[in-house]
C-alpha cells in the first residue's frame, strides 16, 4: 500500500522566501507529526495533528513556522521569512491511535536549502 | 523533557554482531523505538519496547531496562546494506494533549565493512 509522501523533495529558497511543504499521510492515519532533522542530527518535533485539531505545536521553532490539516488528511507546513537556519530535512510522520505500538510511519522528507 | 545518548559512528565486520548502546534521562517514558535511516531516506521502523527485557525479531533484538534507562540495539550477521544511521527515540508518557511525539537521539553511523 502507499506510504506517507512528501513534496516537494528538495526546496531551494532564497533568504526571505516564503515556502509551504506538503504531507500526504497513510490513509486513515488519524495521527500526524512534523519533525525537523538538521544534517548529523536526529528528528526533532515540531508539531503534532488528531485530525484536523492542532494539539501540540510547542516544537515550533519561531511564529514564521505555520502548520495546518483542515480537512484532517493532507498537511501544509509554511515557513514565512526563511532564514539560514531553516535549512534542514522536514520529516512527516503518520500513525493509528489506538494501535498497539503507535508505530510512526515516515515520508521521504523535504530537504530544504535556504540561500 | 528527554536527553537520550547513543555513540556517534560504529564499524563492524559483514558477518559479525553489533550492539549499539542508548541511555535516556527522562521525565516521563511511555515506549522506546529503534528506527533505521539510510542515507537521504526516512527513518524506517525497527522496534518498540515498553516492557524490561528482549525483544527479537529476525536479525535485530532491542532489549530495555527502565530503571537503568538503557537499551541496546543487536544486529547480527550483518550486511553490508546494514550501514545506516540507527535512531533511538522515547515516547513520553501520555501528556492529556492527546501528543505522542518521540524525543530522538541524534543517532548512530554504522558502517560495516567487508
Known amino acids: 500500500g502507499a506510504g506517507v509522501s512528501q513534496s516537494p523533495r528538495y526546496k531551494v529558497a532564497k533568504r526571505g522566501q516564503d515556502v509551504a511543504l506538503r504531507c500526504d499521510p497513510i490513509s486513515g492515519h488519524v495521527s500526524l507529526f512534523w519533525y525537523q532533522q538538521a544534517l548529523g542530527q536526529g528528528p526533532e518535533f515540531l508539531t503534532y495533528?488528531?485530525?484536523?485539531?492542532?494539539?501540540?505545536k510547542s516544537g515550533l521553532p519561531s511564529d514564521r513556522f505555520f502548520a495546518e490539516r483542515p480537512e484532517g488528511s493532507v498537511s501544509t507546513l509554511k515557513i514565512q521569512r526563511t532564514q539560514q537556519e531553516d535549512s534542514a530535512v522536514y520529516l512527516c510522520?503518520?500513525?493509528?491511535?489506538?494501535?498497539?505500538?503507535?508505530?510512526?510511519?515516515f515520508g521521504p522528507g523535504t530537504r530544504l536549502t535556504v540561500t | 523533557g528527554q536527553n537520550i545518548d547513543q555513540p556517534t559512528e560504529m564499524t563492524a565486520t559483514e558477518g559479525a554482531i553489533v550492539q549499539i548502546n542508548c541511555t535516556y534521562q527522562t521525565s516521563g517514558f511511555n515506549g522506546l523505538f529503534w528506527y533505521q535511516q539510510h542515507a537521504g531516506e526516512a527513518p524506517t521502523f525497527l522496534s518498540y519496547?515498553?516492557?524490561?527485557g528482549l525483544e527479537e525479531k529476525g536479525r535485530f533484538s532491542s532489549f530495555l531496562s527502565r530503571s537503568k534507562g538503557y537499551s541496546y540495539l543487536l544486529l547480527k550477521e550483518l550486511q553490508m546494506k546494514d550501514s545506516a544511521s540507527y535512531l533511538c527515540?522515547?515516547?513520553?508518557?501520555?501528556?492529556?494533549?492527546?501528543?505522542?511525539?518521540?524525543?530522538f537521539g541524534k543517532g548512530t553511523k554504522l558502517s560495516v565493512i567487508p
Open positions: 527515540a522515547v515516547r513520553d508518557a501520555y501528556s492529556g494533549a492527546g501528543s505522542y511525539q518521540l524525543t
Open positions: 495533528f488528531q485530525n484536523e485539531a492542532q494539539l501540540d
Open positions: 510522520a503518520s500513525s493509528l491511535v489506538g494501535g498497539i505500538s503507535y508505530e510512526q510511519y
Open positions: 519496547n515498553v516492557l524490561d
